[in-house]
């Protein structure tokens, strides 16, 4: 049980970060290069908080592991 709720929150937390990404590219193409900032730091603090498990899964699936 334990595995599927880290997959869950896995899952989540990467849904999280393709948002953050969308509002990050709408910000900056829009010019607001100070809003953009906030959801790139916000984006990056999500990307270093991926579990272990999630990193390990992104490597294999780009054949880096």
Do not use: T
Not at 1 to 24: A, T, Y
């Amino acid at each position: 049980m334990k595995n599927i709720i880290g997959r869950l929150n896995d899952w989540r937390l990467e849904r999280h970060i393709r948002f953050l990404k969308v509002e990050f590219r709408r910000a900056y193409d829009s010019g607001d290069k100070s809003r953009a900032r906030v959801f790139c730091a916000a984006m990056a603090e999500a990307m270093s908080s991926r579990s272990p498990e999630q990193v390990e899964r992104m490597e294999r699936a780009r054949g880096l592991r």
